[in-house]
Structures are given as C-alpha cells and as structure tokens.
C-alpha cells in the first residue's frame, strides 16, 4: 500500500509518500517562519492561506520525487487534528478531496500519534509497547503506548508546555522567532551556576508538568539586570538545566513505575541536544533503550502523518466523505484500527 500524508495542523506545510514494502519514500516540507516571525508567534489567518498557495504544489512534487503517479496511490492520510481549525481544514478538504477523485480511502490521522510514531521511520525502530515522552511546541506529556491507538496518559503539563517556556523564555531574552532553537544554542554559551532556576514539580509525587513558574522565575531573576551577550547566555543555560532535569527526572520516575524498557522521544523539543544527551544518559543508567526520530521528524511533519495513516489503512480503518478537522483532540480518546472509533465528531 502506497500512501500520500498531508500534515497542515499549523505552520507548516508538508507532504509526503510512504510505502508499506518500500519505506518513505519522499517527503517535502515548506516553513512559514519567515511569514510569523515579524509578529512574534504564528498568525492562523495568515498561516491558512499560505497552506492553501503551498500544498498542492509540495503534493506535486512529492509525486514526482517518489516516481509516483496518482494511480499509484491507495490511500491518503491528512492531519485531522488537534491544530489550528482554519490549517488543519486545508489538509482534511485537499486530502480528502484527492481520495474521493483518485477513489481511494482516506483516514484523518492525530498529529500527536504521528509524533509518537516518527521514531518508526529510522533504521532501529522501538517495538510496543513502551514509553513515550511528547514535548512539542503546546503539549508536554508522558504516556504509556501499548499499541497503535491505545494510549494512557500519565502526566501532563497543568499550564505552559515546555516547548512554550522555551520560546517565551528567548523571547524575555530578545531572541528571534522561533525562540526554542535560538535559546539551546545560546545555552551552550552560558557558564553552569550563574543563575539557579526551580525545578518544578519535582517535589510532589506523579507525573505531571508545570513550566509557567520555571519562565516566571527567570522573569525576576533578570528584572532590572543590564543584560549583555554572556549574561543573556547564562540566563539561556540556567534555564535549559531546569527544563531538561525537569523532564528527566519526571521520564526516570514514570520509567520505574511502568517498568518500561524503552522510552520514545519525540516532539520538536526532543530535537535539543541537551535533552537527548541527558535521557541517553539516564537509559544508560537504569538500562532502558532511547529512541528518537531524526530532527528533521521531531517538527511537524508528513512523513509521520503518511506512516501513521498507512498503518490505520493497512489495517481497514476508512473515512466517511465529510470533511472534518479537530483543534482540539485528547490522544487517549483514539482507539486501534478499525471502525469508526477514531472517526472526529461533526463540527469539530
């Protein structure tokens, strides 16, 4: 089975092609930060249009990348949510549109299943079940994945996600837009114990995350300090240290409790080196294997959106013809392939 993926849920707009005896097969991605980055952060209306200008022809080229023509495709994944409604309507009405001319079926796919997925597309892919860490621009979570649409989340981010506090915290720092990278490589500048940030939450049993308290402080520690490039480093290196022992100190501690021997990494903030040196550290320590998508998987991306709808087509789950987009979605609500039991409720 040949599949087209649509990813589309926010400021990104991707497209890919996978094959269920091949592999991927091409994937085509096309950033809108040059557009958001004037305004500080993603504007929706903005990010909508530019998926409409940008989709169509990225599907074209993945095509030909692929060496692939329309009969060749046997189903079509598009991001259903959760996301930005107006972005994630794009892909559902463009990706399902090409299923019902190419007679073909289609099947909207969870953008935080397609993350937690992403590690599949590499050379050594983690088996089910195991662990999972999802830190990504608006969620932070640890969830137990049993198997393909059976997820149970243990803890999760009570306000801001870390990728957020990442991203406001560059901001604080006059960083540009998107911050989170920004603020890592800054970081690896910083001098260790200039600063001394919380770390939230460690000290209450569970699995839950707050970050608004890590980005508060850093807002008084810097209040009324004449900032040059290596206190602004430092400041950058301060809090990364919190955020990072935060989240593996937290991924350690559900580790023992689940007895898991793997733990998926996978969401944009698990590109951050430090955070991948820190939990390999860890898996060495309590022995469990670390898998991580490369970094160009660990963004928003189709290659994961095509992967996870090959294995809900390959497995006979199908969409109806309406058109549907989700912005908001809890991944534990999903459910194994087949049926209609992941089907997105009318009106979003």
Known sequence: MRVLGIETSCDETAAAIYDGDKGLLAHRLFSQIDLHAKYGGVV?????????????PLIDEVLTASGSFPADINGVAYTAGPGLVGALLVGAAVGRSLAFGWNVPSVGVHHLEGHLLAPMLEPDPPAFPFLALLVS??????????????????????????GEAFDKTAKLLGLPY????????????????????????????????SFSGLKTAVVVAVRGLELDNQMRADVARAFQDAAVETLVTKCARALRHTHSQTLVVAGGVGANLELRAQLSKMGARLRIKVSY?????????????????????????REDLAIRAR??????????????????????
């Open 44 to 56: 929706p209306e903005l990010a909508s249009r530019d998926h409409v200008r940008k989709l169509v």
């Open 137 to 162: 621009g608006g969620h932070t979570l640890i969830a137990e994945v049993a198997e393909l649409g059976r997820y149970r989340i243990l803890g999760t981010s009570l306000d801001d996600a870390a």
């Open 178 to 209: 998107p911050g989170g990278p920004y603020l890592a490589k800054l970081a690896e500048q910083g001098r260790p114990g200039r600063f001394d940030f919380p770390r939230p939450m460690l000290d209450r049993p569970g699995f839950d995350f």
């Open 293 to 317: 998508p490369r970094p160009e998987f660990c963004t928003d991306n189709a290659a994961m959106i095509a992967y996870a709808g090959y294995l809900r087509l390959a497995r006979g789950e």
């Open 327 to 348: 912005a908001r979605w809890p991944i534990d609500q999903l459910h194994p392939p087949g049926g209609d039991g992941n089907r997105i409720a009318d009106g979003g």
